[in-house]
């Protein structure tokens, strides 16, 4: 998967940039493929995180969050034989999941002006409840579901389909089920772009879906002060966490115990043409 790296060379407390093109000099191990920007009308030479050598690599860079494509290059070696890697027979053009982003909108009370909301317990407590809304729905489609922390303040739900499906056709489902969502509770939920309209709600980020968007990625570190981590977990312990339990330094104890919740995602994907009849009769 193409790798957009969030990097702080100083530090959580300096300077931080999100990184795509990689320029420079790199080891023999590290690879990278070339995708071309219609937005930036450039080509742009992503690196691809494939191995223990590439990850120690990254962390040397200051990289503390890892931002994957949705999308993965089918056949690297045949598919990187070019200067520049032709997206639709090669893959990235189909993501592997749906994306469902919930963020809350709903402040502590400590934050400055214009300043985006700080996690607070009340706030990820409301964003569980929404999720909860949006298992139901799920359920009621047969549709099958994974969670995790964002590691700040929201949840990620990844729901696996088959590589068939282009980023738009993703992108639009995504919106049908948030207004579904959104139409059953309007108190709870928003998906208004205007952040002054969110205040109070949990924004249902559909637009995540897009081509070329990214998210933290599973087990991926926060630049938070306590090093949370993006935690895949149950649905059925979701009631009982918070984005604090889950930090660098106990993670791996937890895995080890409890095992991976996503270790089988890509092994049960699903066809979104045998549920789409439900959800648009559902809509109307």
């Known amino acids: 998967r193409p790798l957009s790296l969030s990097r702080y060379p100083d530090g959580i407390a300096g300077r931080s940039f999100y990184h795509k093109n990689w320029d420079n000099e790199k080891p023999e191990y590290v690879k990278s493929v070339q995708v071309?920007?219609?937005?930036?009308?450039a080509v742009i030479n992503y690196l691809v995180c494939n191995n223990k050598d590439t990850l120690l690599w990254l962390a040397n860079l200051g990289c503390i969050e890892m931002h994957p494509w949705y999308?993965?290059?089918?056949?690297y070696n045949v598919c990187t034989d070019s200067n520049m890697l032709y997206e639709d027979k090669c893959g990235l053009n189909y993501p592997d999941f749906i994306v469902f982003d919930l963020d809350p909108y709903i402040y502590s009370g400590k934050e400055k002006k214009a300043q985006e909301p700080e996690y607070n317990v009340k706030a990820f407590k409301a964003t569980v409840d929404v999720a909860y809304d949006l298992k139901e729905l799920f359920n009621a489609l047969n549709i099958r579901s994974y969670i995790k922390s964002s590691g700040k303040t929201g949840l990620h739900i990844f729901v696996p389909i088959i590589n068939s499906y282009t980023f738009e056709q993703t992108k639009s489902f995504a919106e049908v089920i948030g207004k579904i969502l959104k139409k059953r509770h309007p108190q709870k939920i928003t998906m208004d772009w205007d952040t002054s309209k969110r205040n109070g709600r949990v924004f249902f980020d559909h637009n995540q879906n897009a081509k070329g968007k990214?998210?933290?990625?599973?087990?991926?570190?926060?630049?938070?002060?306590?090093?949370?981590?993006?935690?895949?977990?149950?649905?059925?312990?979701?009631?009982?966490?918070?984005?604090?339990?889950?930090?660098?330094?106990?993670?791996?104890?937890?895995?080890?115990?409890?095992?991976?919740?996503?270790?089988?995602?890509?092994?049960?994907k699903q066809d979104i043409n045998k549920i789409l009849q439900n959800v648009v009769e559902m809509s109307i």
């Open 36 to 41: 071309y920007s219609k937005s930036k009308e």
């Open 71 to 75: 999308s993965r290059i089918n056949d």
């Open 214 to 268: 990214t998210i933290a990625s599973i087990f991926s570190i926060r630049p938070t002060t306590s090093a949370t981590v993006s935690m895949p977990i149950n649905w059925e312990e979701l009631c009982d966490i918070l984005p604090t339990d889950f930090t660098m330094l106990n993670v791996s104890e937890i895995v080890k115990k409890k095992g991976n919740p996503w270790k089988e995602l890509l092994e049960n």
